[in-house]
């Protein structure tokens, strides 16, 4: 199983970007699709959980601004990131618990200019 994120770049604040991140293998069961982002000289943090029935949870940084979304079917899922920040700027990182183990990304870059 690997899980592949893309779409990160480089955006001046208030901007927008779209973060995908897409599992392949052998998957029978994915449980929670997550996104967390690790910036300079700082720890992981968790930034948004979606589960496979649509429930979704954000940090307090990002809530309003960032919307996480799934195609279960297509075992993807998706950060669209608005009115980014300077503050946003990180690695991110795609995470899910799927057929009993956890699973992590490379990171993508995301970087705001102000």
């Known amino acids: 199983v690997q899980l592949q994120a893309s779409g990160g770049g480089l955006v001046q604040a208030g901007g927008s970007l779209r973060l995908s991140c897409a599992a392949s293998?052998?998957?029978?069961?994915?449980?929670?699709m997550r996104w967390y982002r690790q910036a300079p000289g700082k720890q992981r943090e968790l930034v948004a959980t979606i589960g496979t029935t649509g429930g979704a949870d954000y940090a307090d940084a990002v809530k309003g601004r960032f919307t996480i979304s799934s195609d279960n079917a297509k075992k993807t899922w998706i950060l669209q990131m608005n009115s980014l920040k300077a503050e946003d700027t990180a690695q991110y990182f795609c995470?899910?618990?799927?057929?009993?183990?956890?699973?992590w990304g490379k990171g993508t870059l995301v970087t705001v200019s102000s």
């Open positions: 293998g052998s998957i029978f069961r994915i449980n929670v």
């Open positions: 995470y899910a618990y799927l057929n009993g183990m956890d699973y």
